[in-house]
């Protein structure tokens, strides 16, 4: 059996956690690009962010439960999907080169961990949903591209019918990545003689407004703010910029999800970086699935791939020599004039008075750079602790009364010196009206985008449905 490794604590690192086990039955076995990224990444072998470092140890923990016959685990890596999805990534065409651009390890890790993870006993995909966020510049389009075709070409082979689903925030930014996946597309068939003969065989018409052949399988571009889902049921739906505050305004993800939900081989892919909004799903589902992460004997989330190369910290943006960990192409700046460019870019956001833009975007830190923001995010998650003891304490309640669908909040503020500086803790509970949402708790998950019931396993037990006694029982309490 595994032994049980928990990072959240505080108390332990990645790279301490490694030093304490055997991995070399495993790295015998598995010498495939993401087996290696992750065995360099944990020790330290590649200057890397906590997050990637958790992927890495999970990736590579996961394989030791693989192969561990005492262990409950009912997925299995397959090396001969790593090679081939890496196979095709090596014919498929960049278009501003016209021609492939050999892969970085770190691009062919998420290749590999995304497709070769499945499933013992059916060989379906582990992973239903894959985030992947990297700073702006660093491929992302690429990455999303060959995954895009590969599903298209080799993994819809012999199947008819399929939806394939390209999406953006708008119509306006989805033109210049929507290009490039035709034109890749185009050269790919004009340069590849097997790849021409499977468009040819299903009759497949690389359009303006989408590809489709004569089977039906179709890829289809979509944005956002047309919200026009509900059709489709996607072998792969590619979420581009799935950070940006469209999402969270117009949460059509789970429109998405809801379609795929009947799929056994369906995948999700969230590409994107950092946003300055943080009520995305996007944003959401990286926090909780740090904390998953950390707790590596836990098996939440296990079909949830969270890549996320990023700073630690926003002092690093006076690091540059850190600046990898959220620019992983920085590995081929061998003269150093991507990294010039990026602190000239650092010096003159800084002289503008915009240096969280540059954090946001180029270093791939969440951070509210809106200037009415009460409080940083940064200062907010800091602000979170373990325990606090109520017994005896002067408190202040507050009640929040929603509107309708509005989550109803009632707050007890306890004021109180540390080491002679004053504080407050805040403890706050929420009640969760379904009276709008067909008294149904995924519906309403859907409406928010927010996963209640994952925040109540976290600890959040104090999930109610709001009705007329609880209601009144709150008003008697606080005197309303």
Request: proline fraction near 3%; charge should be negative.
């Amino acid at each position: 059996m595994i032994d049980k490794v928990d990072l959240s604590k505080g108390e332990a690192s990645v790279s301490e956690a490694v030093k304490k086990i055997d991995f070399t039955s495993i790295l015998e076995k598995y010498r495939d690009p993401a087996t290696v990224y992750a065995w360099l990444v944990v020790n330290d072998k590649i200057v890397s962010g906590e997050m990637m470092k958790l992927a890495c140890f999970r990736h590579l923990q996961d394989l030791r439960r693989a192969e561990d016959p005492n262990e409950d685990f009912p997925y299995r890596y397959d090396l001969g999907r790593c090679r081939s999805i890496l196979g095709f990534a090596s014919i498929f065409p960049e278009p501003a080169h016209g021609k492939p651009m050999p892969l970085m390890l770190w691009q062919k890790a998420i290749l590999c961990m995304s497709k070769a993870w499945v499933y013992k006993d059916n060989d379906n995909f582990r992973y239903t949903r894959v985030i992947v966020s990297v700073a702006r510049a660093n491929g992302k389009s690429y990455i999303a591209s060959i995954m895009l075709w590969y599903t298209y070409l080799i993994e819809c082979s012999g199947l008819s019918n399929q939806d394939i689903g390209y999406t953006m925030p708008t119509g306006a930014q989805m033109k210049k990545p929507w290009a490039y996946v035709l034109t890749s597309g185009r050269i790919l068939k004009d340069t590849e003689e097997d790849i021409q003969e499977i468009l040819n065989n299903t009759d497949t018409y690389i359009g303006e407004q989408g590809i489709k052949s004569a089977i039906g399988n179709k890829v289809v571009q979509l944005s956002n703010e047309s919200g026009q889902f509900d059709s489709y049921h996607f072998r792969l739906a590619v979420v581009d910029e799935a950070g940006d505050g469209g999402y969270a305004h117009k949460p059509n993800i789970g429109k998405i999800t809801q379609g795929q939900s009947h799929l056994p081989n369906a995948q999700l892919l969230m590409i994107s970086t950092s946003y300055e909004n943080t009520e995305t799903l996007f944003y959401k589902d990286q926090i909780r699935l740090k904390d998953v992460m950390k707790k590596d004997y836990s098996r939440d989330e296990d079909s949830y791939l969270c890549l996320v190369w990023q700073q630690d910290n926003l002092d690093e943006i006076n690091q540059p020599e850190t600046w990898i960990k959220s620019n992983p192409l920085l590995e081929l700046d061998e003269d150093g004039a991507i990294l010039k460019r990026m602190i000239s870019d650092k010096d003159a956001h800084i002289a503008s008075g915009i240096a969280n833009e540059f954090q946001n975007r180029n270093l791939n830190n969440w951070l509210q750079v809106k200037v009415n923001s009460y409080v940083s995010l940064e200062d907010l998650e800091k602000s979170v602790i373990p325990r606090f003891n109520i017994d005896g304490r002067t408190v202040y309640i507050g009640y929040d009364k929603g509107q309708f669908s509005d989550d109803n909040a009632i707050a007890f503020v306890y004021p109180y010196e540390d080491n002679g500086i004053g504080k407050f803790h805040v403890e706050q509970f929420s009640f969760i009206p379904l009276r709008n949402s067909n008294n149904d708790i995924n519906v309403k998950e859907h409406q928010d985008g927010i996963n209640y019931r994952t925040e109540v396993e976290k600890g959040f037990e104090r999930l109610l449905k709001i009705n007329t006694e609880s209601l009144k029982m709150m008003k008697c309490a606080i005197g309303y």
